[in-house]
């Protein structure tokens, strides 16, 4: 099992930016793929970035395509999500979480070990 820590979460004006940052133990970090998700109230959680295991491939959905970034140090075994021009609609509770395998993927089944969340709230 892998056990996770979100932090960097807060209030920030719309158009402002946060960096997240999610720190890992326990597996060996550069053997999974890592991803941030995010659940605002009301709505199902959605997947947000994935991050192969070495960093070389990544997926975003469209909602933050070209907005955030994910990005990994295996040495810090820390997972990171910039985000930029953020908008009142990317307030949400927002999780990472690790694959339960070394494979990319961008398929929220098959992530197994979560994070407890930090809150992002914009305002307009």
């Known amino acids: 099992q892998v056990q996770l820590v979100e932090s960097g979460g807060g209030l920030v004006q719309a158009g402002g930016s946060l960096r997240l940052s999610c720190a890992a133990s326990?597996?060996?970090?550069?053997?999974?793929?890592m991803g941030w998700f995010r659940q605002a109230p009301g709505k199902e959680r959605e997947i947000v970035a994935t991050?192969?295991?070495?960093?070389?491939?990544?997926y975003y959905s469209d909602s933050v395509k070209g907005r955030f970034t994910i990005s990994r140090d295996n040495a810090k075994n820390t997972v990171y999500l910039q985000m930029n021009s953020l908008k009142p609609e990317d307030t949400a509770v927002y999780y990472c979480?690790?694959?339960?395998?070394?494979?990319?993927?961008?398929?929220?089944?098959?992530?197994?070990?979560w994070g407890q969340g930090t809150q992002v709230t914009v305002s307009s």
């Open positions: 991050i192969s295991r070495l960093g070389k491939s990544t």
């Open positions: 979480a690790a694959a339960t395998t070394a494979a990319f993927t961008a398929s929220p089944t098959d992530f197994g070990s």
């Open positions: 326990g597996r060996t970090f550069s053997s999974y793929c």
